[in-house]
């Protein structure tokens, strides 16, 4: 599966985030192919009130990737460590160099207002109540499970991917247009045209944000905004 890392003017600096919950969790992504190939993949989220950092868990040699996203300054720090050494860089935080922006930092619930297919399936998922909604575009079928308790949208955890210049936000685009506005604790992404099926699992859900996930202490960063 393609990791979404993988129009919006420039921010002031005065933005805060957009969502209400604090918190970490995991998001295990995983792929198979009507042929049975399966691949599995994982980024931790971490919501505090005025920052989010995610590390992107890399697979065989390469190095795990964190970036740390601070509105306040308009910045995204990205950071890992290899044979040792501990590098980064700072982008300015754009839509040129985050495209999916423009869905992560809007307020929670003000997207499109667009209804779901509400089914009566309802569901206990890791100790949280859910209930199914479902949506269905030219290239994909989704069903998602919603947590209403939870005042962060599928939408804007997606859009955290979406850093670097040319980055693809297909499917955050799709749940967008879609109206997909709440927390799915899983989601199954039916994609007709490679048909293939992507499981979106929430897991490892806890209200613990560790300050030191925010922490540049000892790497050597890099300032991208000076360049551009």
Not at 11 to 20: D, M, P, R, S
Not at 59 to 86: A, C, H, W, Y
Not at 153 to 182: H, I, K
């Amino acid at each position: 599966m393609k990791i979404l890392c993988t129009p919006f003017l420039l921010l002031l600096t005065t933005i805060t985030l957009a969502q209400n919950f604090t918190g970490s969790f995991d998001l295990v992504m995983t792929q198979e192919s009507a042929s049975g190939n399966m691949r599995q993949d994982t980024i931790s989220y971490y919501f505090a009130e005025t920052k989010t950092a995610i590390i992107i868990r890399a697979k065989g040699n390469q190095p795990d990737l964190r970036l740390v996203f601070v509105p306040s300054d308009s910045t995204i720090t990205g950071l890992f460590e290899m044979n040792e050494k501990k590098g980064g860089y700072i982008l300015p935080m754009n839509d040129k160099y985050w495209p999916g922006m423009q869905y992560a930092l809007r307020d929670f619930g003000t997207g499109p207002r667009m209804k779901l297919n509400d089914t009566e399936s309802k569901e206990t998922i890791n100790g949280i109540f859910c209930h199914e909604m479902k949506c269905e575009s030219e290239k994909y079928d989704v069903s998602l499970y919603i947590a209403p308790e939870i005042e962060l949208s599928l939408v804007q955890v997606l859009a955290y991917q979406s850093v670097g210049a040319g980055e693809d936000t297909e499917a955050v685009d799709m749940l967008n247009a879609c109206g997909v506005q709440g927390f799915a604790m899983r989601s199954i992404v039916s994609d007709k045209k490679r048909d293939a099926t992507i499981t979106l699992a929430i897991q490892n859900m806890s209200s613990e944000v560790p300050e030191r996930i925010f922490s540049v202490e000892g790497y050597s960063i890099s300032d991208m905004r000076k360049k551009n």
